[in-house]
């Protein structure tokens, strides 16, 4: 009874001309106002170039070699037209096929041909000199444009959860443009409910797709097709209701406001490259805009961070975000964090916040650690672009997707140069011989040291106002096991060297000085060696860390010292993790004392909002550990 209704609705308002202009939205001969288009996508490297065009409403899309004669290509294009047309002809019943097969010979003498200059082109000549911009391909009587490398979205995403109040960040993957020189439009659904007898239907799709309305105010029917892409004429379930789109926003970032409430957003990203544009696409909310769970801690913490730091300061924020691939997992949810609700551990939900949190601090300097690849780099990077900020990105050794990520605010700070480090490796470096003789005593804790992934990531930054202001920034996350201290005590001594014979470095070379600031996740508290080694400088061969994991891993133990003045900037902090049966304050930030001063630090949330959902991460903390914010003065 319902599908009937369906098709009544459909019939009346011509359901076949809206699944035909579905469809050519998705695979549109010609942008509007120009001339049908071939696209050639050609990258350096490729052992093969792609072309791509619309026939007879059939999309196609051909992969040729390179140093393939193009008369291999047009006789493949030949074969595919006439493919077509073939099947055109079993359309017709055969009463008015003419004795003589004429239809038959019209396939046969399909016609293709490249016009460059209206001459044509060469037939030997090798397809990644025949197939460029400009020139032109003829089927019949149709004339095709060759556009090459043209901008293209290749995916377009929403989060999966959509919250009043948190910023969206579409991911968005692009190809012969950058992000920032797309155009973005969003629009908000104003749904008709349709009663069907005892019924009520609300129309969405998810389908992600391209082509979109430039109208502020569109009438669609949104469907779930049941056929091929491919299709012309789609014949299976056909699901429609009508629905209004309003446009509410031109720009890449949205921020659902509650007027948005149990309605669902769609998003319309036309890829450009200067003068040159590609397909739109678009893509609807599988979910509806819904309340978030209330105030945010964090949210407290903004009103200190509303404005940018002051004149001679730099604000820092250092951050252990929790990886994707470490909170969704069976044993994140049974075993670390059961206390948790599976949906607000998914990386859908957690992003929002993350990246709500990060643009309301209005940071200089910002280091995170357990920073996924993939989320760096499609909404991470990106989104805190539009904040002024620069993002790098150093994965763990041993091709681990996740690693470090240090960000600097482009008008204070230029990047001077970076040096990164893997730990595991810096242990042959000729400084380090006497911490390779020392822990080569105990052949377990050697191997066990070469096996770690850990790496310091290193960026020198230069002061825009005062250029001869340099500050050199480390971002570790030193090795998390619990009977590891002595693993962590040798990866600290490597990264300080490390940083020691940088800073030598550029006094040596006349380069100026550096002042040093050490951020990161050290997975040790205050009153371990690894805190004492930092901050005293020193640490005695009879330390008791020396022992943590028996006499199997015991080296002897052996005293370090290092020559920085470093002071922690976020003291008198009762923890920065806090998961059931455990909190310490495991996250630190370093200051060089002798050219760096503490200006003020942000409060940080209070013991009653840290436990109220018992422990970290949840609903209203995207981590299980929390930021360190503070402003940090040149001395």
């Not at 076949?16 to 202009?21: A, C, G, I, Q, T």
């Not at 049908?36 to 170039?49: A, K, P, Q, S």
């Not at 200190?304 to 990886?323: H, M, P, S, W």
């Not at 891993?553 to 806090?578: R, V």
């Amino acid at each position: 009874m319902v599908l009937q209704h369906i098709l009544t609705l459909t019939r009346r308002r011509n359901v076949l001309k809206v699944v035909s202009d579905w469809y050519n939205s998705i695979y549109p001969s010609k942008m509007p106002g120009q001339m049908e288009r071939v696209t050639v996508r050609c990258v350096e490297g490729d052992e093969f170039l792609t072309l791509s065009f619309v026939y007879g409403n059939k999309h196609s899309n051909l992969l040729r070699s390179k140093t393939e004669i193009l008369e291999k290509s047009l006789d493949r294009i030949k074969a595919n037209v006439t493919k077509l047309a073939r099947k055109g002809n079993k359309k017709v019943k055969k009463t008015k096929l003419d004795s003589e097969g004429t239809q038959n010979r019209d396939v046969d003498e399909v016609k293709c041909t490249l016009l460059r200059n209206g001459i044509e082109v060469d037939k030997t000549e090798l397809n990644k000199n025949a197939w460029i911009e400009g020139t032109l391909l003829q089927i019949q009587d149709r004339t095709y444009e060759v556009c090459k490398n043209v901008p293209a979205v290749l995916s377009l995403k929403l989060p999966g959860r959509l919250m009043v109040g948190c910023p969206l960040y579409p991911r968005v993957s692009v190809e012969f443009t950058e992000h920032e020189n797309c155009s973005y439009v969003w629009y908000q659904s104003n749904t008709a409910q349709l009663s069907l007898g005892s019924k009520s239907l609300n129309s969405h799709s998810g389908v992600t797709s391209q082509g979109g309305s430039n109208q502020s105010n569109n009438n669609e029917v949104a469907m779930d097709v049941g056929c091929t892409a491919m299709e012309t004429e789609p014949t299976a379930k056909i699901k429609a209701i009508e629905c209004q789109w309003a446009e509410v926003c031109r720009e890449p970032i949205l921020t659902p406001s509650a007027e948005m409430l149990g309605s669902k957003l769609k998003l319309e990203c036309i890829p450009r490259n200067g003068q040159r544009q590609g397909v739109p696409k678009e893509v609807v909310s599988a979910s509806r805009v819904t309340m978030s769970p209330g105030v945010f801690p964090f949210e407290k913490r903004h009103v200190f961070t509303k404005g940018r730091a002051d004149d001679g300061c730099f604000r820092v924020v250092c951050y252990n975000i929790l990886a994707d691939m470490y909170a969704d997992s069976d044993f994140s949810r049974d075993v670390l964090y059961p206390y948790c609700p599976a949906d607000v551990l998914d990386i859908d939900y957690r992003e929002q916040i993350i990246l709500k949190e990060l643009t309301g601090y209005n940071c200089d300097i910002l280091c995170l650690q357990e920073v996924g690849k993939k989320f760096f780099e499609q909404s991470l990077q990106p989104s805190l672009l539009n904040s002024g900020l620069i993002g790098l990105l150093q994965c763990k050794d041993r091709q681990v997707p996740e690693g470090e990520a240090i960000f600097y605010h482009a008008d204070k700070f230029k990047l001077v140069e970076e040096h990164n480090i893997v730990l595991s490796e810096e242990l042959e470096k000729p400084y380090n011989s006497d911490l390779l003789e020392g822990i080569s005593r105990s052949p377990a804790m050697l191997k066990r040291f070469k096996e770690q992934a850990t790496i310091c990531q290193v960026a020198v930054v230069e002061h825009i106002a005062q250029p001869t202001q340099k500050l050199c920034v480390a971002n570790t996350h030193l090795y998390f096991h619990p009977r590891a201290a002595h693993i962590r005590l040798v990866q600290a001594a490597i990264l300080i060297r490390h940083l020691e014979e940088l800073k030598q470095s550029y006094v040596a070379e006349g380069k100026g000085d550096l002042s040093v600031m050490l951020c990161g996740d050290l997975n040790s508290n205050p009153s371990s060696a690894v805190y004492e080694y930092i901050a005293n400088k020193t640490i005695p061969h009879n330390s008791v860390d020396w022992y943590t994991s028996g006499k199997q891993e015991f080296c002897g133990g052996f005293p370090l010292q290092h020559s920085l003045e470093m002071t922690d900037a976020c003291k008198d902090i009762q923890y920065t993790n806090f998961v059931a049966g455990f909190s310490g304050k495991l996250d630190h930030v370093f200051i060089q004392s002798s050219q760096l001063g503490l200006e003020c630090m942000v409060p940080m949330p209070t013991h009653e909002e840290v436990t109220k959902h018992v422990a970290l991460p949840n609903e209203v903390f995207p981590s299980d550990h929390m930021a360190l914010v503070c402003d940090i003065r040149w001395r």
